[in-house]
């Protein structure tokens, strides 16, 4: 992949991003992610039912780092088993780490394999994976 590729599809996730909008429905998980060194808040939701990742939603205020890294976490994720997701959760962190990954299971998230050149841009790409990591954790606490 191109890096004009990648910018195009970081630009369509910031510019269009995918399931933005939270609703009132308390089978949902909520998570709350905020950077305090700079407007990045993202909420999140995700509904799992039996072990799988059905549905995703998210909103908040957030650069077009963090805003199409959430649009392109939620897309990749719905579908997904729990430990799918972990997978590919634990592959986008060992990515912005430098460290060995399969690249295969990241989708779009691999747009961000360059963002570990830019340490202060690292936090806002992993933003919406911590709070997914924290819908994942209130998951298996309710189980």
């Avoid at 990241?106 to 570990?116: F, G, H, K, R, T």
Wanted: with cysteine.
């Amino acid at each position: 992949m191109t890096e004009e590729i990648k910018r195009e599809i970081i630009l369509d996730h910031y510019q269009n991003p995918r399931n933005r909008g939270l609703i009132e429905d308390s089978s949902y998980i909520k998570a709350d992610t905020n950077n305090e060194s700079c407007i990045d808040e993202i909420h999140i939701m995700v509904k799992i039912e039996a072990d799988r990742i059905i549905d995703a939603k998210f909103d908040g205020e957030a650069c077009a780092i963090c805003t199409s890294s959430t649009s392109i976490m939620v897309e990749t994720l719905i579908g997904k088993t729990i430990e799918e997701a972990i997978k590919i959760y634990k592959n986008f962190n060992l990515m912005l780490n430098e460290e060995a990954y399969d690249q295969e299971l990241l989708e779009q998230a691999y747009v961000y394999q360059d963002i570990s050149k830019q340490p202060n841009r690292k936090k806002c790409a992993l933003l919406p994976w911590w709070g997914f990591e924290k819908v994942i954790n209130t998951y298996r606490e309710k189980k």
